[in-house]
């Protein structure tokens, strides 16, 4: 199970403890008595209040009037909270055991306490954060090329990017430790040419990657139509602006905000 699966667990635990916390309160409030419903097949429905036996006595069956519908919903409320409760209290008892016995980091802690020497004898299941970062970055892929008199931008790194809101992003990235590749070729579309994302980015913690592309002239129009029609290829080949995909942009009059890229970052990087 990955650490994002684990979190939504947690997530999970915690709703369905607002969800019971609700329900509760719900039923506290309800009437007494239970609801009877009888359709007739001159398609006329008929609500009747049960209220509650008492010891030597029937329960008592009493019409509800179309003026007393709140309480006939009330009632139908009531017994769809009560199953309700009993199904979310028996979730949340289960995901809080499974929590409990299951420790997150125990199968990539394993191979981090190992020596040197051991590790190169045996073929690991699954490598720690820090080893499975090394691999990451240690790819080598082809760069892509630039032509003459295309203006010179260096990041912290020493990478050449094409833009000073490149430098920026990457850089931004390099302060947060966040692993990127500037360029990395992909295919997109299968059997189709090899595409060249601005970034790729990794979150270390979820081991998920992100295309993060930047539109940095969006006061140009063709431009704009240009790259309109590649995050629609991204789409049509499931990959969604806000979850794989991200996306930030500029015009000559609204450049990069970093303080909106910092959001980004702890967003969908940290």
């Known amino acids: 199970m990955s650490s994002i699966d684990y979190e939504f667990l947690e997530s ?7 969800m ?10 309800a009437p007494n008595g239970t609801l009877e419903i009888r359709a007739k097949k001159n398609g006329v429905v008929d609500y009747y209040r049960r209220e509650p036996s008492s010891e030597g006595k029937k329960r008592k069956r009493v019409y509800l009037k179309a003026d007393e519908i ?3 919903k009330a ?7 009560k199953r309700l409760l009993a199904i979310a209290q ?6 809080d055991a499974f929590l409990r016995g299951y420790d997150a980091n125990a199968l990539k802690d394993l191979y981090s306490m190992l020596s040197p020497e051991r590790r190169a004898l045996i073929q690991v299941e699954e490598i720690d954060d820090e080893e499975f970062v090394r691999q990451w970055e240690a790819v080598t892929f082809s760069h892509g090329k630039f032509d003459v008199g295309d203006p ?12 000073k809101a490149e430098i920026i992003i990457a850089d931004a990235l390099l302060a947060h430790t966040v692993p990127y590749r500037y360029e990395p070729p992909l295919t997109i ?36 139509n240009d790259n309109l029609g590649k995050i ?11 979850e794989k995909l991200i996306l930030t942009a500029e015009t000559s009059a609204r450049p990069l905000s970093t303080r909106d890229l910092e959001r980004i970052i702890r967003h969908y990087f940290l």
């Not at 009632?75 to 769809?80: E, P």
């Not at 990657?209 to 002239?217: A, C, D, S, V």
């Not at 629609?232 to 806000?242: D, L, Q, R, S, V």
């Open 90 to 95: 028996k979730q949340k008892s289960a995901i």
């Open 70 to 72: 709140e309480i006939s």
């Open 152 to 163: 010179e931008f260096y990041t912290h790194k020493g990478e050449r990017v094409r833009s």
């Open 20 to 29: 019971i916390e609700r329900a509760r309160e719900r039923i506290k409030r």
């Open 12 to 18: 999970r635990s915690k709703s369905l403890q607002k």
């Open 189 to 224: 579309v299968p059997g189709k040419r090899i595409w060249r994302p601005d970034f790729v980015v990794l979150n270390k913690r979820t081991r998920q990657e992100f295309i993060l592309e930047h539109l940095g002239k969006m006061d140009d129009e063709q431009y704009c």
């Open 75 to 81: 009632l139908a409320q009531k017994a769809y909270d």
């Open 232 to 242: 629609k290829t991204y789409i049509e080949n499931g990959i969604f602006p806000g």
